[in-house]
């Protein structure tokens, strides 16, 4: 049986989800694919072909493809499969944190906003609604792309966003208290953006058991790297079902769920306590499926040598 948590200790199930395909990113495989197809074989040079076609002003805060939209809608669907498996560890969040750019809040519908809010988009089908509400969709600028200064990577105005997903938050959109984002950050100022997430924003302010941050390719990257460096430190300590997690890229639309346990710092106060990420296990929703198979087999066979 798990460990209870205590107040010196938090569980949290983690969804981590890359936004689907966007129209930008068939350009940018179409670019590398071009450069191929004429003989540029060197991975610099088609970098910079890629990068070209971001350029264009029309892709600004660009939206998901037709595809990224089936690709959003196959994994609500694999969700609703895992949250209402007999015996399933992994519960619905209740709580997305979402970059505030259009393809990751196009995503985030997508996959957890309940059929009956959200018309005929959605492709989450529940026998009872009333018994599983939509969560609470927070827009937060901390879980934006890198911007870059192209077009796809800036977003629109957030009375625009509003109107176009009103079921999100966007309040912290409009506090002007800390510094904007400047165009033009390098990775090392993204990586240093999602630290300061996990370890202020997830660790103390976040209390829901389950939760979902809709984020970007290149947010995720960073933060794994942040987590390499804990792991290094002999801080936390890791299960991933990924030979090289630390470099593995997230693709497109990729939902991963992860098992956070964070301990309480030393001498915090108890009313308040101050927690630390040391434990994380994570799997593909396909993997975590077949864990609670597993799982449930096990309880069975266990029962019957009761019998």
């Known amino acids: 049986m ?3 948590p205590t107040k010196n200790t938090k569980k949290q199930t983690v969804y981590f989800v890359r936004h689907a395909e966007a129209a930008h990113n068939i350009l940018e495989r179409h670019a ?3 450069a191929i197809a004429r003989g540029i074989l060197e991975k610099e040079e088609q970098e910079r072909c890629r990068r070209a076609v971001l350029n264009d002003e029309s892709l600004k805060d660009a939206p998901l493809s037709q595809n990224g939209i089936l690709e959003s809608r196959r994994g609500s669907r694999d969700l609703t499969v895992l949250n209402s498996m007999g015996g399933s560890k992994y ?7 979402v970059s505030p750019l259009r393809r990751a809040l196009m995503t985030a519908t997508e996959l957890f906003l309940t059929s009956k809010e959200h018309g005929t988009t959605s492709a989450i089908v529940n026998e009872d609604e009333s018994a599983h509400p939509s969560p609470k969709f927070v827009a937060l600028e901390s879980l934006r792309e890198k911007r870059t200064g192209f077009a796809a990577d800036e977003r629109r105005s957030v009375d625009e966003l509003e109107q176009e997903f009103p079921h999100v938050d966007f309040s912290d959109l409009r506090d002007t208290s800390r510094a904007p984002i400047p165009i033009g950050e390098d990775n090392q100022t993204v990586r240093a953006r999602g630290r300061a997430f996990l370890e202020d924003k997830l660790a103390n302010e976040v209390s829901d058991e389950a939760v979902a941050l809709v984020t970007h390719k290149g947010w995720l990257r960073e933060l794994r790297k942040t987590l390499r460096s804990y792991v290094d430190q002999g801080q936390l300590h890791v299960d991933f079902d990924l030979d090289e997690w630390d470099q593995t890229l997230y693709k497109n639309a990729e939902v991963r769920v992860a098992e956070f346990g964070w301990e309480a710092q030393d ?27 597993e799982n449930a087999v096990k309880h069975l066979i266990a029962q019957c040598g009761k019998c």
């Open 32 to 34: 590398v694919e071009s």
């Open 91 to 97: 519960r619905r969040p209740t709580l997305v944190l």
């Open 2 to 4: 798990a460990e209870a």
């Open 267 to 293: 001498g915090d106060d108890d009313e308040y306590p101050q927690f630390t990420l040391t434990s994380i296990v994570s799997r593909s929703v396909e993997n975590a499926m077949s864990s609670v198979v």
